[in-house]
Every structure is written in C-alpha cells, then in structure tokens.
C-alpha cells in the first residue's frame, strides 16, 4: 500500500494511462489516414497539422 491506496488501484491507474496514451496514437493514424485518402491534404500538410494539434492539445484542455 502507497499512501493508504491498493496495489490494485494503482495497477487499474497505471493501466488506465498507458491505454490513453496509445489510444492517442491511433487515433492520430486514423486521423492522417482519412485525411491523405480522401485527397485532402498530403501526407506532409497531414502529419504536420496532427503533429501540431497532437502537441498543443494538452496545453488547450488542461485544468491548470
């Protein structure tokens, strides 16, 4: 126990965080994936505008 919580429990948070963390890669993949087959951007204007939104994304929505 670590600070009064379960193993469990912060196994359950650990997990959950590296499930978030690769779901964000594939929902990046699908994003340039749909963006590049539908002949909307290139590949290069897609990755860039994803890298982009990828990296600015947690300051945007962050709580503080």
Same mark, same amino acid.
Do not use: K
């Given at each position: 126990? /670590?600070?009064? *919580?379960?193993l469990?429990?912060?196994l359950? $948070?650990?997990?959950? /965080? *590296?499930?978030d963390?690769?779901?964000?890669?594939?929902? #990046? &993949?699908? $994003?340039? %994936?749909?963006? *590049? %087959?539908?002949?909307?951007?290139?590949?290069?204007?897609?990755?860039? *505008?994803?890298?982009? &939104?990828?990296? $600015?994304?947690?300051?945007?929505? #962050?709580?503080?």
């Amino acid at each position: 126990m /670590l600070f009064g *919580i379960p193993l469990t429990v912060w196994l359950l $948070i650990v997990l959950a /965080l *590296i499930f978030d963390f690769l779901n964000g890669f594939h929902d #990046s &993949a699908n $994003i340039v %994936a749909t963006m *590049i %087959a539908t002949r909307a951007l290139s590949g290069r204007q897609a990755l860039t *505008i994803t890298a982009v &939104a990828e990296f $600015i994304g947690p300051f945007l929505v #962050s709580s503080q």
